[in-house]
C-alpha cells in the first residue's frame, strides 16, 4: 500500500448519472464561469449576481454540516466553506466568487454516490482494530478510494478521514504528507490541548466575557489541526467554561465552573519567567529563531530528541520569553490581544511539564510558536 495519491479531477467532470440536483450544481458553476468571464479589473465584477446564485445552496451545505456530524474534520470543511460565502462582500468579486466556486464544487462531490468521510474513517478504524492494517502500514489513498468504491474526485474525502484518524492517534502524518498506522497509541491530543486552554481561563488569561482567538489561530498557537481544537473547545463548551457557537470566536463564560483568578500583570508574568529560566542562557535572536525551529521541526516530525537536547531548547525558550515580555509589553501596553499572547507564551512556557516525552516535545512546538509571536510584538526593540 505505498501508491501516491493521484491529484483528484474537476469535479464538474464527474458523471451527475442522472441526479437532478447534480446538473444543477453542474449549471450554477458554469454560470459562475460565465460571471468570471464578464470581469474587468476597472469596472469589477457581478458580485452581487455571485452571491445570489450561491445563496440558495447555503441550506443545501447546512445540511451537509449537520450530516457531517461524525467527523470533526468534515464539519469544520463544511464551516468553513459557509462563513467564506457569508463573509463576502459584495463590493469584492474576486473573493465572492472564489467562495462560491468552492462551495459548489464541494457540493457536488458531496453529491455523488459513495460512502461518507466517517463511514471511510471506520473501515480503516476497523482495519487497524482488526491487525489488518498492523503498525508502520503506509497507507495508500488511492487504495483506500478503491476499496471504498470511490473514484479520485473523492479524494477530500479521505483526506478528511485521515485526519480524524489522526486526531484520534490512529495514524501519523509525516511531513512528506505519508500517512502511517501509529505503532503505538500516541498522547491524546484533545486532553492535552484542552488542558492548556483550561489553563489560560482558569488564570485569567483569557478572563470572563473575552473572546479567544479564532480557530485557524487557535490551531496555530497550540500546533494542532483544527478537529483537535474544535474538541477541545467543544469539551470545554460542555463542562461550563466557554460558549461555543458556529462562525462565532469561543467566549468565556461570565462564570466558569472554578474560582477564575483575575489578569495576570506583567510584572508577575516576568518574575514567574525570570524565577525560571536559568542564568548564563545565550539570548542571542539567531540562536533563539534556531531553537524555534528545532522544537517545531521536532514535534511536525513527531522526533524523540534525548532528554539534554530537550531541556537546553526549554531553558533557551524560557529564558528568551522573559528577556521579550517586557520590550513587547511596552511597545504594546494598551493591547488585549498583544497581552493575551504574553500570558499564552508563560502559560505555555511554565505550566506543568509531563513527564511523557510526546507531551513534551509538543508543549515545546507551542512554546517557540508563542516565542516567536512576543518576538515579533518586540519588534526593533529586540
Given at each position: 500500500m505505498t501508491a501516491d495519491f493521484e491529484a483528484a479531477p474537476d469535479p464538474q467532470n464527474a458523471e451527475p448519472v442522472g441526479d437532478p440536483t447534480l446538473i444543477r450544481l453542474r449549471s450554477d458553476l458554469a454560470a459562475l464561469r460565465r460571471l468570471g468571464k464578464q470581469y474587468d479589473r476597472v469596472s469589477g465584477g457581478d458580485a452581487e449576481g455571485v452571491l445570489q446564485l450561491v445563496a440558495p445552496w447555503l441550506p443545501v451545505a447546512e445540511g451537509r454540516l449537520q450530516a457531517a456530524e461524525g467527523s470533526p474534520s468534515d464539519q469544520a470543511r463544511w464551516q468553513s466553506l459557509i462563513d467564506e460565502v457569508r463573509t463576502s462582500s459584495e463590493a469584492d468579486f474576486v473573493r465572492a466568487s472564489s467562495a462560491a466556486r468552492l462551495l459548489l464544487r464541494e457540493l457536488t462531490e458531496a453529491f455523488l454516490p459513495g460512502p461518507s468521510v466517517s463511514e471511510i474513517a471506520d473501515r480503516v478504524r476497523r482495519g487497524i482494530a482488526d491487525?489488518?492494517?498492523?503498525?508502520?502500514?503506509?497507507?495508500?489513498?488511492?487504495?483506500?478510494?478503491?476499496?471504498?468504491?470511490?473514484?479520485?474526485?473523492?479524494?477530500?474525502?479521505?483526506?478528511?478521514?485521515?485526519?480524524?484518524l489522526a486526531a484520534d492517534g490512529l495514524v501519523v502524518v509525516r511531513h512528506s504528507n505519508q500517512v502511517?498506522?501509529?505503532?503505538?497509541?500516541?498522547?491524546?491530543?484533545?486532553?492535552?490541548?484542552?488542558?492548556?486552554?483550561?489553563?489560560?481561563?482558569?488564570?485569567?488569561?483569557?478572563?470572563?466575557?473575552?473572546?479567544?482567538?479564532?480557530?485557524?489561530?487557535?490551531?496555530?498557537?497550540?500546533?494542532?489541526?483544527?478537529?483537535?481544537?474544535?474538541?477541545?473547545?467543544?469539551?470545554?463548551?460542555?463542562?461550563?467554561?466557554l460558549s461555543v457557537q458556529p462562525s462565532r470566536r469561543a467566549v468565556v463564560r461570565p462564570v466558569p465552573p472554578v474560582p477564575v483568578s483575575?489578569?495576570?500583570?506583567?510584572?508577575?508574568?516576568?518574575?514567574?519567567?525570570?524565577?525560571?529560566?536559568?542564568?548564563?542562557?545565550?539570548?542571542?535572536?539567531?540562536?533563539?529563531?534556531?531553537?524555534?525551529?528545532?522544537?517545531?521541526?521536532?514535534?511536525?516530525?513527531?522526533?524523540?530528541?534525548?532528554?539534554?537536547?530537550?531541556?537546553?531548547?526549554?531553558?533557551?525558550?524560557?529564558?528568551?520569553?522573559?528577556?521579550?515580555?517586557?520590550?513587547?509589553?511596552?511597545?504594546?501596553?494598551?493591547?488585549?490581544?498583544?497581552?493575551?499572547?504574553?500570558?499564552?507564551?508563560?502559560t505555555a512556557a511554565l505550566h506543568d511539564w509531563p513527564a511523557e516525552r510526546e507531551i513534551e516535545v509538543w508543549r515545546l512546538a507551542c512554546v517557540a510558536t508563542a516565542v516567536l509571536d512576543v518576538l515579533d510584538l518586540a519588534g526593533d526593540a529586540a
Open positions: 491487525g489488518v492494517l498492523p503498525p508502520g502500514t503506509l497507507l495508500s489513498r488511492l487504495r483506500i478510494l478503491a476499496d471504498a468504491g470511490l473514484t479520485s474526485a473523492s479524494g477530500t474525502r479521505v483526506d478528511l478521514a485521515l485526519q480524524d502511517l498506522v501509529a505503532g503505538r497509541k500516541t498522547c491524546d491530543q484533545v486532553t492535552v490541548a484542552a488542558d492548556l486552554l483550561r489553563t489560560l481561563v482558569s488564570t485569567g488569561i483569557y478572563p470572563p466575557l473575552s473572546s479567544l482567538p479564532g480557530q485557524q489561530d487557535l490551531s496555530r498557537l497550540l500546533a494542532a489541526e483544527r478537529p483537535i481544537v474544535s474538541r477541545a473547545l467543544h469539551r470545554l463548551h460542555e463542562e461550563g467554561y483575575g489578569p495576570p500583570t506583567l510584572e508577575d508574568l516576568v518574575r514567574r519567567l525570570r524565577s525560571a529560566a536559568p542564568s548564563g542562557t545565550n539570548l542571542d535572536r539567531a540562536g533563539l529563531r534556531k531553537s524555534c525551529r528545532r522544537a517545531k521541526v521536532w514535534w511536525h516530525r513527531r522526533s524523540a530528541p534525548d532528554a539534554e537536547s530537550l531541556r537546553e531548547v526549554r531553558q533557551s525558550l524560557v529564558a528568551s520569553a522573559a528577556d521579550l515580555l517586557p520590550l513587547a509589553a511596552r511597545r504594546r501596553p494598551d493591547a488585549p490581544d498583544a497581552h493575551a499572547v504574553l500570558g499564552y507564551t508563560v
